[in-house]
């Protein structure tokens, strides 16, 4: 199964909350079969151009996760609820 590149989580290596949400992710891909596509952007200037550009200071701060379809959002860590309403578009 290939990640779906309108689900983006943008995360940081070393970042403590991008990590407290793997276990979420794993649950979402395990119940939902939904991957999401992880883009690291502490060392990557790419992903954090389009971090940057997608975030629009909404944010400021990863974890932040954009769905390209819904133009739909989520600013730091969260639940399993709201993190599958976001992925499905609900």
């Given at each position: ?15 403590k ?69 976001w992925?499905?578009?609900?």
């Amino acid at each position: 199964m290939a990640a779906d590149p309108n689900l983006i989580v943008f995360y940081g290596t070393e970042c403590k909350h991008c990590h407290e949400l793997e276990p979420l992710f794993d649950r979402l891909k395990e119940e939902a079969g939904i991957e999401l596509t992880h883009l690291e952007v502490w060392h990557n200037a790419e992903n954090a151009a389009m971090w940057q550009e997608l975030d629009g200071g909404k944010c400021g701060g990863v974890p932040f996760l954009f769905n390209k379809k819904t133009g739909k959002w989520i600013c730091g860590t969260t639940t399993y609820e709201k993190l599958k309403a976001w992925a499905t578009g609900k």
